[in-house]
């Protein structure tokens, strides 16, 4: 794998809130992901950019912990990965809605709270605020199955948030959503990212990766770019997200 | 065309799941060596003991094929008796047969008979043989074979169907990608399975409940023991059950892989659970039937509700199925390994 087209200067260590080194993941014979090296600052909103298969999930799982690294090392805020009390600082968003489809929205929400220790007033109070914020008001004492996909998208991004994390790990997160509530989603991830909260988000449409800070194209199974959107599309000579993952694509292969 | 088309993708799809197509092919033929290797056996030789009867009794009833102990005196045969070392005693008073049967196995009770019958056919020739009184140690000849397999089936069918839901619901939860987002959260691989023990042990003990109150109460299958007692059997063959059906899930990716482990693992426990006289297979085929945790509930409910056995006689069987249901937690434990590292 060549060295990424494009690199930033490194931020200073004290400002990294994901750290990944060398990182390669094996599944039997088929090297996933080779050499990964990706920094992430504390409080911004960071992209990875590339098609399905590329390797965008496995580096999410392992940056949560949910996975281990065939060679490399993952650190998470300064702690290196994976650590079980970690979970309690990451708020984590599957690619497909993880939900029980026979609870209602209070009764998913509830649960997964309750595994991160909260309950009573706060409990009760978080739920009210996340309903407010994500639109679910009126339909937190639904079944799941009675969602829309939508919803339970949202639901989803809820209960990746209900603990308040410090780090928030979203594989797709707006996936079969409209426009109008994906510009909600994200703005709403920009109201967290101000707070100081760091969000990782994957996505493979060009257009949200614009939206991020910074952002890593990642392709078979190597990142092939790395910097924020203007400083890709400058470098690529391009006019756009998509021209610019060409350019460092074809630059890759 | 279409059809053709449709046919060829079933076919593609189908030979792409070789564990189904090693199902459809092979299993039945383990299933009907297992039946065949059950069934295909010789009569019982029943286990008599002769005490204080003239010697020419005992070795007429060996030469008709009995395996024949003597005794000194009526008391110590009993004892045998018992502890299932025999199947009769076969005593002189006042000059005519008694013979006490163990009781619990139709079976076993025929077999004694037919022996005994032959044997005293040999001894008096002349026809006018003399009646031999007939007692029994537990239960009577009222008992039919219903009271015998009910026992066996009372803990089965509650094993059986655990095992199925347990899995499929275990599943579920893997499948649906819950499984993956509990473990996202700060919970340990071993609160996983035994939260899940938990909620799901609430559903299995009524199950059981109600089974052993059914068979009871309602299609009034003999017991002899206290309903705790066999209530309390019947938790623990469930509790494998529970711990065995979430262990195995862990190795399908769809319900339809759940239920092909009823004849791989489900079925073989059939044969073993007492519905079938175990002496009457190959050793190497009993030591099979010792590693299933259905052979052991099954001893411990015909123990109870054939014999009245009490807390003291099954405690042994009981903490068997508790180490086979740990292990297989522990096991599953470690199969979740598989979907988070730590």
Known sequence: MSAPAHTTVSPPDHDICISVRSVTRVFGKRVVLENVDLAVRLGEIFGLLGPSGAGKTTLVRLICGLDLPNRGEIRLLGVPMPRLDMFGRIGYMAQSDALYNELTARENLTFFASLYGMRGAALKRRIAGLAELLRLRDDLNKPVHQYSGGMKRRLSLAIALVHEPEVLVLDEPTVGIDPELRASIWEELRRLSARGVTVLVTTHVMDEAEKCDRLAMIRNGGIIACGTPDELKRAAGGQSMEEAFLHFGGAAS | MRIRALALRIIRQFWKDKRTLALMLVAPLLVLTLVKLVLDVDDIAPRIGVAGAPTAMAETLAETGAEVTVYDDVAAAMRDLEDLELDAVVALENGRPRVTLEGSSPTRNAAVMRTLQQAMRTLVPGGRTVEPVI???????????????????????????????????????RTSGTLQRLLATPLRRWEVVAGYLLGFGLFTAIQATIVVWFATRVLGIALEGSFGLVLLANLFIVLSALTLGTLMSAFANNEFQVFQFIPLVV???????????????????????????????AKAMQAIMLRGAGWGDIAADVAVLVGFSLAFALLNVLALRKHRAI
């Open chain 2, 135 to 173: 007692a029994y140690l537990h239960g009577s000849e009222n008992r039919d074979l219903f009271d015998f397999y009910g026992s066996m089936l009372v803990g089965f069918f509650s094993f059986f169907f655990v095992f199925i839901v347990a899995g499929v619901s275990f599943l579920r939860e």
């Open chain 2, 267 to 297: 079925v073989p426990q059939v044969f073993f659970c007492g519905l079938i006289d175990l002496e009457t297979m190959p050793e190497w085929l009993q030591t099979v039937g010792h590693a299933l945790p259905l052979y052991y509930g």
